[in-house]
């Protein structure tokens, strides 16, 4: 008698794939708007679920196939938002055998061809299901022919086929296929509940796990269930049936939480040997430099959120938070915004150093020595109270008086003189686009009404901002598209092409070019005097 062979092992992430839409988590909206169309038979012809990995789409798919085509255990059921899971549909759909519902991965078959075998298929009824079902996974991998020549039977196909199609960049799927899918965005799961999640199926496993290791392998799964259970499953085999957080911090390389909290205590003291200390020690134990950033930029963060929302994150331990909100309470908010600040840098230069271990310590050393420096407030307010240098009488810096009346410009009295005031502001783009495009229709200060041509979008807001800061009121710029008077620019062009006929039309000129006809007038020059015109330059 042969010996049985026994089962194979199951990943966590195999193992407890949802089997129904209430043990899906996290989904909720989309679960809600699939049971109101089938309840209502407002079922649309293809579906397009799109989210980062790991949160449920290919799961949804597979779910969605086994509602359409549940017959129920007595063989008379319809399509159901609860599959019963048991009727021949629900077992071969699930066992990934069910001939009516077809899996491509169009990572691997991305061509027309490919396409083509689904559309010719397509025109067939399903053999014993009801909705002959094609999940296409990754269908951004498909090549544009294939999407094009999917398109008339993605828009019009026949009643007993539905599409669902799967995809984590969506961005890369043609807008003629999006606009022809109901979508789905699958959001990432909140922390909390990765690890309620985690923390039932350690109980089921048999195993033990404690919160805080919990809440490190949530943390570690950035929204995605499958990367939980890949560490879940992980930790699981690490530390043989009992999982504590030290084990996961070892195994995923991140830096001690407590450590984390007294490196930052160091960096806030000011303690440039403790800090380097505390960086060797967590360096020694495998914490890699930039994994140690990511954590002390998270628990800024942590920080900075406990003292806008008044509470810190109900994820942390009891010691974590009561750390936290006392940070919270006793830092203001430009030092933390300035460590978040210099950490970041810090991180990238890390990153990005051939030594990374000399660039961490650096980076401490920088925030520390940027510690002891004063904010900006702080350093105004001893500018206006010491005395300027060694040696010098004790006089105080005072700040000006308040805004006197005299600190205004007065209106200027016509257009021009409005140019040239944007030109002694040190305004050169307005004061050039006031003196070559604009066309003046009315000027009344403080009201103006222009023509500016082709003037960029933001001329009205920047010039009212620039007059009120001068003059001291409030300018009514208005732009329009009536033709005005000739810009500045064109009235002297015009004004010097006047000028140049009049001294071309003196006779002494015409003279002068009678007999020197290749002769050029260069410049010239009216007198003051009697308005006589003459040419100083004649060649």
């Not at 296409?136 to 009643?159: C, Q």
């Not at 259970?229 to 407590?258: E, F, Y």
């Amino acid at each position: 008698m042969s010996e049985l062979i026994p089962e194979p092992y199951r990943v966590l992430a195999r193992k407890y794939r949802p089997q129904g839409f209430d043990t899906l988590i996290g989904q909720d909206a989309m679960v809600k708007t699939l049971a109101n169309a089938i309840a209502s038979d407002r079922l649309a012809h293809a579906f397009l679920l799109t989210g980062v990995r790991g949160v449920g789409k290919t799961s949804t798919a597979r779910l969605l196939a086994k509602s359409l085509n549940c017959i129920g255990p007595d063989g008379a059921g319809g399509p159901t938002i609860s599959p019963c899971g048991v009727c021949e549909p629900c077992v071969a759909i699930s066992e990934s055998r069910h001939i009516d519902v077809i899996e491509m991965d169009a990572a691997s078959r991305t061509g027309v061809d490919d396409v083509r075998e689904i559309i010719e298929a397509a025109r067939y009824a399903a053999v014993s299901a009801r909705y002959k079902i094609y999940i296409i996974d990754e269908v951004h991998m498909l090549s544009r022919n294939a999407f094009n020549a999917l398109l008339k039977t993605l828009e019009e196909p026949p009643g007993h086929v539905k599409f669902i199609f799967a995809t984590t960049e969506i961005q890369k799927v043609p807008v003629t296929v999006l606009s022809r899918c109901q979508r789905f965005d699958l959001k990432r799961i909140p922390t909390e509940l990765l690890a309620a999640h985690f923390g039932g199926i350690t109980a089921k496993e048999g195993a033990e796990i404690e919160d805080e290791a919990l809440q490190l392998i949530a943390r570690a799964a950035e929204g995605s269930v499958r990367d939980g259970l890949s560490i879940l499953d992980q930790a699981l085999a690490h530390g043989h049936g009992k999982v504590v957080a030290q084990d996961v911090r070892d195994m995923l390389g991140l830096s001690d939480r407590s450590r984390t909290r007294a490196l930052l205590a160091t960096l806030i003291g000011g303690d440039g040997k403790g800090a380097l200390d505390n960086l060797a020690a967590q360096y020694a134990l495998g914490t890699s430099p930039d994994a140690l950033f990511e954590a002390l930029l998270e628990l800024v963060h942590g920080v900075t959120r406990a003292q806008v929302t008044g509470a810190p994150d109900a994820a942390m331990s009891e010691e974590e938070r009561a750390a936290v909100s006392e940070w919270a309470g006793s830092l203001g908010a430009p030092v933390l915004h300035r460590l978040w600040q210099l950490l970041l840098k810090g991180l990238s230069e890390i990153r990005s150093a051939p030594m990374p271990m000399q660039a961490a310590e650096m980076a401490l050393l920088r925030i520390i020595h940027s510690s002891t420096l004063p904010d900006p407030g702080d350093l105004v307010r001893r500018l206006l109270a010491e005395p300027r240098g060694e040696g010098s009488a004790p006089t105080e810096l005072r700040p000006p008086p308040p805004s006197a009346p005299s600190a205004h410009r007065e209106a200027p009295r016509d257009f021009r003189a409005f140019v040239k005031m944007f030109e002694d502001g040190h305004e050169s783009v307005l004061e050039t686009i006031l003196h070559d495009r604009c066309q003046l229709l009315r000027y009344a200060p403080p009201t103006i009404e222009l023509n500016a041509g082709d003037a960029p979008a933001d001329f009205a807001s920047r010039l009212g901002a620039c007059l009120k800061e001068w003059t001291g009121e409030r300018w009514t710029v208005t732009l329009t598209t009536s033709p005005g008077a000739p810009s500045l620019k064109a009235q002297a062009e015009a004004e010097a092409a006047a000028k140049r006929a009049r001294v071309m039309a003196d006779p002494a000129v015409r003279a002068v070019f009678e007999v020197f006809p290749d002769a050029e007038l260069v410049d010239y020059e009216i007198a003051d005097t009697t308005e006589t015109e003459s040419s100083r330059s004649a060649q």
